[in-house]
């Protein structure tokens, strides 16, 4: 289950969520015990989540910056730490957390917008309208995947317990998603277009059981996506894929799971051969810098190609590890794909992004 990252809770709820970080700043009122809470904790920080107040961590847990989790309890009133539910945690995935690492949001004072999905995924009370012709662009998600299984969300995973040295993607990117997305304005995320008008990426949907691949396109999927072993394909299609250039006026409008495949490792193809790749490959094992990301992409792509990416990073041990580059893009993608004109035609993140790029990380080498 992909529980709701703070983006998607302010989309639902603006005014809540900044109601909620101002007031991380007060105390609340005082007595002493331990209080059941219905709510998500909302995490402003990547805290050790352990399974005793302030010790004793099975498996190094930490937080995702501005993801949200159930929360159970706090340990007090005032309190000083939340009980909240970790997915996937070892030994048990109710861990506790100090309050001053994010917010606290009640189920109650969370009101539903009616273009929002329903809880659990389901679908919206009412759906929004369509998409407006011609006014969708895309973040093309790639990951380094080392970096990614070297996660506590994908140590789990078959294609990580199954990558060695000697496989694709432990030295070139692989294929997340291709996300179409208004990146002019940063409310606008589509998603679940095949199932009614489409909704707000606000939650995760049941993944399709099949998807009907040529068996062309899945061989190659099998190479450049390594998540397609646990059924990453089976979400993609139906969440992002499902959407793409649904807001096409021309010939090219709709597409099926062959385009959309075959145009997303189009663009991957395009940076696994450009200097980015090289870079990271010649830096296994090593710290790369924002800075120095967003220069190759310049030199690679021309002069401001590096404001059009975020660099993703997840705390493994205390430490920051690469797993993705996000990168705009806007206009039809081709095969091959001229990735240097759907970068500079895409606006700058500061302009699309809620999140931010982390400053530097670990290129995770895979040694067996």
């Known amino acids: 289950m992909r529980y709701p990252t703070l983006r998607d809770l302010h989309l639902r709820y603006p005014a809540l969520v900044a109601a909620l970080l101002l007031a991380?700043?007060?105390?609340?009122?005082?007595?002493?015990?331990?209080?059941?809470?219905?709510?998500?904790?909302?995490?402003?920080?990547?805290?050790?989540?352990?399974?005793k107040k302030d010790r004793d961590n099975p498996g190094n847990v930490r937080l995702e910056f501005r993801h949200a989790y159930d929360v159970i309890a706090r340990n007090a009133t005032p309190g000083t730490h939340y009980q909240i539910q970790v997915p996937g945690a070892p030994v048990t995935e109710a861990?506790?957390?100090?309050?001053?690492?994010?917010?606290?949001?009640s189920s109650a004072s969370l009101?539903?917008?009616?273009?929002?999905?329903?809880?659990?995924?389901?679908?919206?009370?009412?759906?929004?309208?369509?998409?407006?012709?011609d006014s969708i662009e895309y973040v093309l998600a790639a990951t380094w995947q080392p970096g990614f299984c070297a996660t506590a969300a994908g140590q789990g995973k078959a294609e990580c317990q199954s990558q060695t040295s000697e496989r694709y993607d432990a030295t070139h990117f692989s294929l997340h998603g291709l996300w179409p997305?208004?990146?002019d304005?940063?409310?606008?995320?589509?998603c679940y277009c095949d199932r009614g008008s489409p909704i707000k990426c606000?939650?995760?949907?049941?993944?399709?059981?099949?998807?009907?691949?040529?068996?062309?396109?899945?061989?190659?999927?099998?190479?450049?996506?390594?998540?397609?072993?646990?059924?990453?394909?089976?979400?993609?299609?139906?969440?992002?894929?499902?959407?793409?250039e649904d807001d096409e006026t021309g010939p090219d409008a709709n597409a099926t799971p062959d385009e959309y495949f075959t145009e997303a490792m189009a663009a991957l193809d395009a940076l696994n051969a450009s200097p980015v790749r090289d870079l990271f490959a010649s830096h296994l094992d090593?710290?790369?810098?924002?800075?120095?990301?967003?220069?190759?992409?310049?030199?690679?792509?021309?002069?401001?190609?590096?404001?059009?990416?975020?660099?993703?990073?997840?705390?493994?041990?205390?430490?920051?590890?690469?797993?993705?580059?996000?990168?705009s893009l806007k206009g039809d993608i081709r095969?091959?794909?001229?990735?240097?004109?759907?970068?500079?035609a895409a606006p700058p993140t500061s302009i699309s992004a809620n999140s931010h790029s982390c400053s530097s990380g670990r290129v995770i080498e895979v040694i067996r």
């Open 181 to 183: 997305d208004d990146l």
């Open 95 to 105: 861990r506790w957390v100090a309050m001053r690492c994010g917010a606290f949001a």
């Open 24 to 51: 991380t700043a007060f105390a609340m009122p005082a007595q002493a015990r331990q209080v059941g809470l219905d709510g998500y904790f909302i995490a402003l920080s990547d805290c050790e989540a352990t399974k």
């Open 335 to 344: 095969t091959p794909a001229d990735l240097e004109s759907l970068i500079q």
């Open 111 to 133: 009101v539903q917008q009616e273009d929002s999905p329903a809880p659990g995924g389901g679908a919206p009370t009412e759906p929004s309208s369509a998409l407006p012709p």
């Open 202 to 244: 606000s939650s995760s949907q049941a993944r399709d059981t099949s998807i009907d691949l040529s068996p062309e396109v899945m061989e190659r999927l099998r190479v450049a996506m390594p998540g397609v072993r646990s059924g990453l394909h089976l979400h993609e299609w139906p969440k992002h894929g499902s959407c793409y």
């Open 185 to 190: 304005d940063t409310a606008i995320f589509p």
């Open 286 to 327: 090593s710290i790369l810098t924002r800075t120095q990301i967003e220069e190759v992409f310049n030199d690679a792509f021309g002069n401001g190609a590096g404001e059009r990416i975020q660099l993703r990073c997840t705390k493994v041990t205390g430490e920051n590890i690469i797993t993705e580059l996000w990168i």
